[in-house]
T-cell receptor, first 111, second 113 residues
């Protein structure tokens, strides 16, 4: 049973558009929610993260929206660029040590 | 700093063989972890360690052993390889708990025939 459900599986966005990736979880004991970005042939890299006592966090063009009551969180990429084309993973962390990742979203930003 | 290093980069094993995937970090990080990445399944935590001498199981620990005798090294052992263990394996580390930024290694692509 997958602890974190991520959608969509793939996403095509025009340059300058907004990319939105959604994740949902069931376990209310999760205490940390990071997003990772992965380019082909590389390991994932932390993009942005949020704790459940915060509803939104913004870093540059990247924003996490967090809805604790709905047990959902999402990544918004504003002004998407071709260089943002990568696979994005959400994660939920239990006790700050046990990571559960979503299945990933492959983003393609068209020039 | 070399960051997180993993060896080997590629490996082919036959069913039943054993091997150790090496992971080392030079950032004096307390937290280290191993993941496997399979298509359509994201990354799944195999084992993790919060410091030398302390390890714990993740989501998919069966078939894998770990130990942490030093802060720098966190090897992953496959005792008897199975085709189901064909995957890309990533090691990661962070300063304290996993809530800090995790730095991932470049990965090891393992094929079990």
């Amino acid at each position: 049973q997958q602890q974190v459900k991520q959608s969509p599986q793939s996403l095509i966005v025009q340059k300058g558009g907004i990319s939105i990736i959604n994740c949902a979880y069931e376990n209310t004991a999760f205490d940390y929610f990071p997003w990772y970005q992965q380019f082909p042939g590389k390991g994932p890299a932390l993009l942005i993260a949020i704790r459940p006592d915060v509803s939104e966090k913004k870093e540059g063009r990247f924003t996490i929206s967090f809805n604790k009551s709905a047990k959902q969180f999402s990544l918004h990429i504003m002004d998407s660029q071709p260089g943002d084309s990568a696979t994005y993973f959400c994660a939920a962390v239990y006790n700050f040590n046990k990571f559960y990742f979503g299945s990933g979203t492959k983003l393609n930003v068209k020039p | 700093n070399a960051g997180v290093t993993q060896t080997p980069k590629f490996q082919v094993l036959k069913t039943g063989q054993s091997m150790t995937l090496q992971c080392a970090q030079d950032m004096n990080h307390e937290y280290m972890s191993w993941y496997r990445q399979d298509p359509g399944m994201g990354l799944r935590l195999i084992h993790y360690s919060v410091g030398a001498g302390i390890t714990d199981q993740g989501e998919v620990p069966n078939g894998y052993n770990v130990s942490r005798s030093t802060t720098e090294d966190f090897p992953l052992r496959l005792l008897s390889a199975a085709p189901s263990q064909t995957s890309v394996y990533f090691c990661a580390s962070s300063y304290s708990s996993g809530a800090g930024e995790q730095f991932f290694g470049p990965g090891t692509r393992l094929t079990v025939l």
